[in-house]
C-alpha cells in the first residue's frame, strides 16, 4: 500500500464528515456574511472583513443547521441569517477576548487587536456585536433579539467572573462551572435552540435543542482548557498557555492544584503568577498526576449530559445530526490525551 | 439688594427650568434604571450601578421625552423604557471610550477603567449594551431594536474614523462633520426620533424630530470639542485637553491649523503629537485668532438647522418643548466664550 504523502488524522476525516451534509448551508452563511461587509460604515469594512476571513470553525452555526434539520438539501433562509447573528456575536466577543489576553494569534493570524490595537479591536467588536443584532431585529418578532442579547450579557458575565478569579486559589467547581456556562456554554444553546425554533419543532423540543448544545459546550470549553495545556499552536493555530500565564484557574489547573494542600497550592498559583511555570514543567505534572484523565471523565459527563437531553426526541430529524456533532467533538479529547 | 452667597449661574438656572416639565419623568428613569441592576448577572451588579450613579446629565432621555411630549404630567412607560434603552447604550459608548481615550475622570469621578480596569470596561461596556439591545427586544414589534442597532454601529464607525484620523494634519471638514454625525448626533437622533415614534405622532414629524435631534446633536459635540480646550475641568467634570493631546483634531483644532501653512500646520500637529503645547498657549492662540468665535458659528449654524426641522409642525406639543432644549444648548457657547 503507497503510503501517502500528506495522511489525513482521523479527526479530520470525521469533520469532514461532519460538514458533508451541511456544505451548502455553511456555503450560504459564507456568501451572506461576506455580503454584510458592505453593510458596514466604510471605516470599518476593512477590519470586519479581516475577522470574517480569519475566523474559525463555525460549530455554532453548524449546531444551528443541524438543530433546526429537516432534511437533506433544504435550507432555510432564516437559519442562515440566524447563523450569521450567532456568528458575529462570537466574532466580536472573540475580539474583545484577544484584547483582554493579549493572545497574538487566533485562527493561525494575528489577533485584531495585534494588527489594528486594542483601540481600534474595542470598536470594531462593538461594531460587530451592534450589527448581529442589527440582523436579529430583521425577524419578524422580536425573540432572535432578545435571546441573542440576553446570551450576549451572560457572555459578559462569564467573561467578568473569570477575570475576577484570576490568582484565586481556591476556585471552586461550583463557580468554574457557572462561569463556562456563561462564557461559552451560553452560545452553543442559542444556536441548537434558535435552529430548532426557526425550524417550528414543538416548543419542549426547541428547549432540549438548548439543553444539548448547554452540556456540549461545556465540554468544549473543558476541551479548550486542557487544549490550552497539552495542545500544539500549530494545531490549535491560536498563542496557547494563556490561561495558566494570565493566573486562569480552569479545570485542568485547578484538578492540579487540588493535589496539593494549602499552602502548597497557594506556592503553586504563585508561580504561575510570577511566570515560573513552564508549559513543559506543567505537562509533566500533568502526566504523574493523570490529570487528563480526569479532565476527560468531566469532559464525558457532559457530552452524557449533552446526549440525554435529546433521548425523548429521536424520532426527529434534527436528533441523528446533532449526536454526529456531539459523538465527533467526543473523540477530540482522546486526540489531545495520546 | 443682599449679594447672594452660593449665586447660581444663568446656565444652572436655565437648566433647572428646562428640567422642570420632565422632573418626574427623570424620576421615572431613575428609579427603573436602579430596577435594572438586579437584571445583571451578579458578577456585573457592582460596576453597572456604578456608571448609573456618576452618568451625566441625562440629555438624550429629555430629548426622548421632550421629543414624544403630549402635555404636563403624562408619562408614557414605552418612554421611560425607550429612556433606559438610549442611556444605556450611551453610557455603554462612555465606558468604551474612556479605555481609548486613557481618560481618568468622567462626570467629576474616576472612569471605571481606571478604578477597575480596561480589561472590566470592556466586558461592562459590552454587558450595558447588550442589556439595552435585551430592553428594546421588549417592545412589541423589532423597530426600537433596530434602530437603536443601527445607531449603535454608526457610533462605533464615528468612533473608529476618528481614531484614524489621529494626527491626519490635512482632516477635511466634511470629514469631521461624519465622525461627529455618526459617534454623537446618531444618539441624539435616536432619541428624540423615538420619543416621537412612541408617542404615534405622524411619521413626517418622527422624522423631523430625528432631524432635530441630530443637528442638536452636532452642535453639542461641536461644543463639547470647545470645552476640551477652553473649558474648566472643575466645570466639565471630566478630564480635559484629551483632544489635543490624542492628536485629535476636532473643528476648533481644525480652525486654527487652517491658521498655518502647511509645513506650519504639520509641524504643529507634530507638537501636539510630542506633548509639546500646553493647555495654556493654545488658550493664547485661540485668543489672537479668534478661534472660539469662529467655532460659536459653525455651533449656531447647526442649532439654526435643528430649529429649522421643526418649523412646520409648529402646532404640535413636541415643538416648544424641543425649542427650549436647543435654546439651552445654544446658550452654552456664549458661557464658555466668556
Request: charge should be negative; proline fraction near 4%.
Amino acid at each position: 500500500m503507497p503510503v501517502q504523502s500528506k495522511p489525513h488524522s482521523p479527526s479530520t476525516v470525521a469533520l469532514q464528515n461532519l460538514l458533508q451534509p451541511v456544505e451548502l448551508h455553511l456555503e450560504a452563511l459564507r456568501t451572506f456574511l461576506n455580503g454584510q461587509v458592505e453593510e458596514f460604515e466604510e471605516e470599518i469594512r476593512e477590519h470586519v472583513a479581516y475577522c470574517l476571513k480569519h475566523s474559525g470553525k463555525r460549530i455554532r452555526p453548524m449546531l444551528l443547521f443541524y438543530g433546526g434539520w429537516k432534511g437533506e438539501g433544504i435550507i432555510n433562509p432564516a437559519h442562515v441569517k440566524a447563523a450569521a447573528v450567532v456568528e458575529l456575536v462570537h466574532l466580536a466577543t472573540l475580539v474583545h477576548d484577544d484584547i483582554l489576553d493579549d493572545a497574538h494569534i487566533r485562527h493561525k493570524s494575528p489577533t485584531l487587536s495585534r494588527l489594528a490595537g486594542p483601540e481600534v479591536a474595542v470598536l470594531v467588536g462593538d461594531a460587530l456585536f451592534a450589527h448581529a443584532l442589527n440582523l436579529a431585529a430583521d425577524f419578524p418578532t422580536t425573540e432572535v433579539c432578545k435571546t441573542v442579547a440576553l446570551a450576549t450579557r451572560r457572555v459578559c458575565a462569564g467573561e467578568i467572573a473569570q477575570n475576577f478569579q484570576k490568582g484565586n486559589t481556591e476556585l471552586s467547581r461550583a463557580l468554574y462551572y457557572r462561569i463556562i456556562d456563561y462564557k461559552t456554554a451560553e452560545l452553543f444553546r442559542v444556536s441548537s435552540l434558535l435552529g430548532a425554533l426557526l425550524a417550528d419543532y414543538p416548543a419542549a423540543f426547541v428547549e432540549a435543542a438548548g439543553g444539548f448544545g448547554r452540556h456540549l459546550g461545556i465540554a468544549y470549553q473543558i476541551f479548550d482548557d486542557l487544549t490550552d495545556i497539552l495542545g500544539k499552536e500549530e494545531n490549535a493555530g491560536k498563542t496557547l498557555g494563556t490561561d495558566a500565564a494570565n493566573c486562569k484557574l480552569t479545570l485542568p489547573l485547578m484538578l492540579l492544584a487540588e493535589k496539593f494542600d494549602a499552602p502548597e497550592r497557594a506556592a503553586f498559583v504563585q508561580s504561575l503568577r510570577d511566570g515560573q511555570v513552564s508549559g513543559e514543567s506543567l505537562r509533566e505534572r500533568f502526566e504523574k498526576e493523570h490529570i487528563a484523565e480526569a479532565v476527560a471523565a468531566a469532559f464525558d459527563h457532559e457530552i452524557f449530559l449533552a446526549n440525554r437531553c435529546l433521548e425523548p426526541y429521536g424520532a426527529l430529524p434534527p436528533v441523528h445530526r446533532l449526536l454526529e456533532i456531539s459523538h465527533f467533538v467526543a473523540q477530540m479529547v482522546n486526540h489531545l490525551k495520546h
